[in-house]
């Protein structure tokens, strides 16, 4: 099966400061690779997502890079804000039922 | 917020017992999978059901079931309740077909086993 390393668990960051996640994957077949935030209680949200076809993805203050070589991906939030404070996962995709892999999480908190 | 539902919002149990959540997928969605959340680590897949069968299952013993209805809803059901259940179990909406792995996340369902 898969497997997805997630760096680092925490992260703590100036606000205006830039944040990367950084997650590496092991299954070469896998071909999508989403990135979700939760907040304390909530569900997962969906932020943005790559598929293996593009190597970078932006939106707004956010942006995704894809290394398939390599087998890593990173999650770049430019701009921090306070509401940007919450724990980030990274999937990958794989499997016939496109089942998703998730990463341990980082706690990312943005000081004011 | 996506349109995925799911009930209860809590739910406490004993050791032992059978419980069933619930989960009604987001409109235009045909596809549900089931993910177990322990306290601070990231979901885990447990199972996915499409055209109401399963349709892939993670590393999860038998005694994690579930079906799918005609209308896409879908209910987990966990029997003879260990301690180590207790988690968050949310459930995640898609479309069959190249988007299957764009999932929406429920809310959740808090299970405390006792």
């Known amino acids: 099966g898969e497997n997805v390393e997630q760096h680092p668990s925490t992260l703590s960051v100036q606000e205006g400061d830039s944040a990367v996640i950084k997650c590496t994957y092991s299954d070469s077949a896998s071909n999508y690779f989403p990135w979700y935030k939760q907040e304390l209680g909530k569900r997962p949200q969906l932020i943005i997502d790559i598929r293996s076809n593009v190597g970078e993805k932006k939106d707004q203050r956010i942006a995704v890079t894809l290394n398939k070589t390599a087998k890593h991906f990173s999650l770049h939030i430019t701009e921090t804000q306070p509401e940007d404070s919450a724990v980030y996962f990274c999937?990958?995709?794989?499997?016939?039922?496109?089942?998703?892999?998730f990463g341990s999480g980082t706690q990312l908190t943005v000081l004011p | 917020e996506t349109g995925v539902t799911q009930s209860p919002t809590h739910l406490i149990k004993t050791r032992g017992q059978q419980v069933t959540l619930r989960c009604s997928s987001q409109s235009g969605h045909n596809t549900v999978s089931w993910y177990q959340q322990a306290l601070g680590q990231g979901p885990q897949f447990i199972f996915q059901?499409?055209?109401?069968?399963?349709?892939g299952r993670g590393n999860f013993p038998p005694r994690f079931s579930g079906l799918q209805f005609p209308n896409y809803s879908s209910e987990l059901n966990v029997n003879a309740l260990e301690l180590d259940d207790s988690a968050l179990y949310l459930c995640?909406?898609?479309?069959?077909?190249?988007?299957?792995?764009?999932?929406?996340f429920g809310p959740g369902t808090r299970l405390t086993v006792l």
């Open positions: 059901y499409y055209r109401e069968e399963e349709n």
């Open positions: 999937a990958a995709s794989w499997g016939s039922a496109r089942q998703l892999t």
């Open positions: 995640a909406s898609s479309q069959a077909g190249v988007r299957t792995d764009t999932q929406y």
